[in-house]
Nanobody, 125 residues
């Protein structure tokens, strides 16, 4: 199983980026997939989760209203649309997937079984 994250880059404050995470090796249609981020010197933190194939989403307070998580129809690609970016959003962003189907609010690193390699987002003028 592989998760391939892409779409990071340098963007000015107030700008937008869309991250993509493509899964291969198994189907995650009904398994929760999420995004986390890790800034330099800080622990990895929860950003967003999509449970039940998009019918239930949940966001960290710091990104709620600015970021949107979604999936394609096949369920194996998850996106993170990031708008109104701030310098404090600068981090390496990781996608993650759980092994099992579930509808919970999976916000902890240890609740995920598969991880992508990370993509760097830098918000700076």
């Amino acid at each position: 199983v592989q998760l391939q994250a892409s779409g990071g880059g340098l963007v000015q404050p107030g700008g937008s980026l869309r991250l993509t995470c493509a899964a291969s090796g198994r189907t995650f249609t009904t398994a929760p997939m999420g995004w986390f981020r890790q800034a330099p010197g800080k622990e990895r933190e929860f950003v967003a989760v999509d449970s039940l194939g998009g019918t239930r989403t949940y966001y960290a307070d710091s990104v709620n209203g600015r970021f949107t998580i979604s999936r394609d129809n096949a369920g194996n690609t998850v996106y993170l649309q990031m708008n109104s970016l701030k310098p404090e959003d600068t981090a390496v962003y990781y996608c993650a997937a759980r092994e099992f189907t579930g509808s919970g609010l999976y916000t902890r690193v240890g609740q995920y079984h598969y991880w992508g390699q990370g993509t760097l987002v830098t918000v700076s003028s």
